[in-house]
């Protein structure tokens, strides 16, 4: 087997794709211990649909991403970053940080989970760091760019679009992107 | 290096003529500098689709899931899971809504009210919410006995679900998951003194989830055997405090008093 493959992935893929039986059998068989985890550690039900809900967008985030797999059952990963989560919120609360599992449960993925989390973390955060700076660039240069690399559209319909003339359209999305690789260089120098 | 760019980006936009494509492959092949302009210039095109692709895909996902996040943290469990895919028009929640006012009308309202002959017992019954699936933990925890009596558990075959269950209970007292899918076989097969004896245990245990499910499965164990008086005590009781079954326990209070 490559060492990237897993038997989870399909749950990955089924997830990717939007597939509304799987995703219901997500919920149908991974939220009674979320819900008990977040009911029996000081939350309420609204507390464990957040987390819940949280924890699979985030999944749903990584899965969009080739560079991320599963390699526990997804309930008992879903639980795990249930369970971080609410930990987190608890800490912020200032209260207790000891956590109690449902019972039955037995972590034995918990280091994996977390060695997932931080392989899937690092692309992202590549990304993140690209996007930050597109951020900074203007609101003209950031739509130009996205219209032309995004939406995939010719300048003259992006000089259309934004009523200025084709050369103008051309030469700054030329600017705008050589001034968002400078961005990018000052901070990688 | 700015130079390069309306090549790079005619390159990468996929704007060169076949013949000046291959030409550019073949200065790419020789010039590193080049090399590292494409490279650096793809990147960041890749992270501007990736990012805006992925907004939109996140957006329509969570629209996505918002239905079933309702359905399965409800504070009032549903009875029954519903397709929520596909959202009906407006016109039809309405054909909808004088359907179920119709149905109860003529079918509900004369089994509750005009047929007095329904037993408190058929009454609980009938309102008492599917039981928790038991969790499956496959590869991290449960052994082959303990994963096949869940499966009969959550395939709603209490008789043959026992057991297997209450075995694992004998060696594990402590499972409280456990102990209250023993009480459910129990209460499902109508060995109503043992069910009973599991539920309080777990009343008495302390923990907050449990002892509100203990609480809960007594009173319904009690009204389905017939102690009616004493179970109507233990619903007017979750039905003053707030907890998991706090509207569960008011329907039911009502219909009961009907």
């Not at chain 1, 939007?18 to 939220?31: A, K």
């Not at chain 2, 996505?64 to 899971?81: C, D, N, R, T």
């Not at chain 2, 233990?234 to 003053?240: G, N």
Request: glycine share 4%; hydrophobic share 40%; charged share 25%.
């Amino acid at each position: 087997m490559h060492p990237r493959m897993s038997a989870y992935q399909h749950q990955l893929t089924a997830l990717k794709n939007h597939d509304n039986s799987f995703i219901q059998q997500v919920y149908q068989d991974c939220s009674p211990s979320i819900k008990q985890l977040i009911l029996s550690n000081g939350g309420s039900i609204s507390d464990a649909k957040e987390m819940f809900q949280k924890a699979l967008i985030d999944t749903y985030e990584k899965a969009l991403k080739d560079t991320f797999t599963l390699r526990v059952p997804i309930c008992n990963y879903l639980y795990r970053v249930c369970k971080n989560m609410w930990l987190n919120e608890l800490r912020k609360k200032g209260k207790h940080v000891t956590i109690s599992d449902v019972e039955g449960y037995k972590d034995d993925g918990t280091g994996d989970v977390m060695v997932q989390q931080e392989e899937a973390a690092a692309e992202e955060k590549r990304v993140a760091l690209m996007m930050r700076h597109f951020h900074r660039l203007g609101k003209q240069c950031q739509q130009i760019l996205k219209m032309r690399w995004f939406e995939k559209k010719s300048y003259q319909v992006v000089a259309e679009h934004l009523d200025i003339s084709y050369g103008y359209a051309r030469r700054r999305g030329s600017e705008c992107m050589q001034q968002w690789r400078r961005l990018i260089e000052e901070i990688i120098d | 290096m700015s130079d390069f760019y309306p090549q790079i980006e005619a390159y990468l936009g996929d704007e060169l003529s076949p013949e000046a494509r291959a030409e550019f492959e073949a200065r790419l092949q020789t010039d590193e500098a080049l090399q590292a302009e494409v490279v650096s210039y793809q990147e960041m095109i890749d992270a501007l689709r990736a990012d805006a692709s992925q907004k939109e895909a996140v957006a329509a996902f969570r629209q996505m899931i918002e239905p079933f996040g309702e359905q399965y943290f409800a504070e009032e469990p549903s009875a029954e899971v519903k397709e929520v895919a596909w959202k009906p028009p407006q016109y039809l929640w309405m054909v909808a809504a004088a359907a179920v006012l119709l149905l109860a009308v003529f079918v509900l309202l004369p089994k509750n009210i005009a047929d007095p002959s329904r037993s408190v017992s058929e009454i609980a019954l009938a309102e008492m919410p599917p039981h928790d699936k038991l969790e499956m933990f496959m590869g991290n925890g449960d052994s082959t006995e303990l994963a096949a009596a869940k499966l009969l558990f959550n395939a709603e075959k209490y008789a043959e679900a026992y057991a297997p269950l209450n075995t694992f209970l004998q060696q594990n007292p402590t499972n409280r998951n456990i102990k209250l899918a023993v009480g459910i076989c129990l209460l499902e097969t109508e060995k109503f003194a043992e069910a009973l004896a599991k539920f309080q245990e777990l009343e008495t245990e302390g923990h907050r989830f449990f002892k509100q499910k203990g609480a809960w499965y007594t009173a319904m164990t009690l009204l389905i055997s017939g102690q009616e008086t004493e179970g109507i005590q233990r619903l007017e009781q979750i039905s003053d405090t707030e907890g998991l079954y706090q509207a569960q326990a008011k329907t039911l209070l009502k219909l009961l008093r009907k």
